[in-house]
């Protein structure tokens, strides 16, 4: 009796589950703005990028550049606070990121920070009135991208808000990583990042993004170096991108710093106070290349200012752009 019982559970609980096959768009990770038509999205450059707009399309234009390369804008959606402060904020995942069009590595690895510079003069002319004041704000590589646009266009931005670049050249950025990644391998982050391949290994982008986001997860483990207080909200992570990103840097290097000079108007650079491998002197040395900077501590935070340090980075950032206005 209990054996046909087993059995009639066994097939009731199997018969119960749907069965997702990961190939298939949506089953793994989100779609893409491909995959998906009633996503908001935008065609600049040759590729299709999801973007939103908020606020008054003629106040002052704060355009958000999230971290990476590789991370998306979700994080980042705070910033859609400035809209009562009058100002027009755009938000966009870059090429190959969040939910925006796939492209090949070798795309990334051959064309570097080019190509994302290119997409952001398309994104900004694309929502750009005549006359219209730009500001940029970026954390961690969309700092370094603001920074890598501003010294191709010093002209013109009217503002940029930096949270913990890197760095603007890639020997600041390569001695920031070394100290990020010199972690213990018997800490919870070495574990999550090596657990990822007893789990799947494939080649196509569902599941390098599915990938990705488990080996990120590292990032904010207990105890991690950057002092990210815990998981933060992203939509998929885009793993070709930041591959192609890191094959490029480590054969052409960059150097974002040749016309900065050039960039007198007052520039805000925030630093987190329990980013262990930041800090101050790290921070001093990377803005020194703008001639005219704010330097603030955001109390409280890790390198994720823009979700548990963002009570302590908006009045400042309020502040800041009241200058500009």
């Not at 998906?36 to 704060?62: C, K, Q, W, Y």
């Amino acid at each position: 009796m209990w054996t046909i019982l087993s059995a009639a559970l066994f097939v009731l609980s199997v018969s119960a589950c749907d069965i997702l096959e990961p190939g298939l768009p949506g089953d793994l990770v989100p779609k893409t703005v491909d995959e998906d038509s009633s996503l908001p999205s935008i065609a600049v450059n040759g590729t299709l990028l999801h973007a939103e707009s908020f606020g008054n399309p003629r106040d002052p234009m704060i355009v958000v550049l999230h971290g990476g390369p590789g991370g998306d804008y979700r994080a980042m959606l705070n910033c859609t606070t400035f809209v009562d402060d009058g100002f027009y904020v755009v938000l966009y995942d870059q090429r190959g990121c969040g939910l925006s069009r796939r492209h090949d590595k070798s795309l990334y690895a051959k064309s570097g920070p080019t190509l994302f510079i290119d997409d952001l003069a398309g994104v900004i002319s694309h929502y750009r009135s005549p006359g219209q004041k730009v500001i940029l704000l970026g954390k961690s590589w969309g700092a370094m991208l603001a920074t890598a646009y501003v010294n191709e266009h010093p002209g013109d931005i009217s503002g940029v808000i930096m949270m913990e670049p890197g760095g603007f050249t890639w020997d600041d950025t390569k001695e920031y990583i070394r100290r990020w990644r010199s972690f213990d391998p018997l800490d919870e982050s070495a574990n999550d990042a090596a657990f990822v391949d007893q789990v799947i290994t494939s080649s196509d982008h569902a599941r390098l993004d599915y990938k990705a986001a488990i080996q990120g997860a590292a990032e904010y483990a207990p105890g991690n170096a950057l002092g990210i207080a815990g998981p933060y909200p992203f939509w998929r992570m885009g793993a070709a991108c930041a591959m192609g990103a890191d094959e490029y840097v480590r054969t052409h290097s960059f150097d974002f710093t040749t016309q900065l000079a050039a960039y007198t108007r007052p520039v805000l650079f925030v630093y987190s106070e329990y980013n262990r491998v930041y800090g101050k002197t790290h921070a001093e040395r990377v803005s020194s290349a703008y001639p005219n900077v704010q330097l603030a501590e955001i109390h409280g935070s890790g390198h994720d200012i823009s979700t548990s340090g963002w009570e302590s980075f908006y009045p400042i950032a309020k502040s800041y752009l009241s200058t500009i206005r």
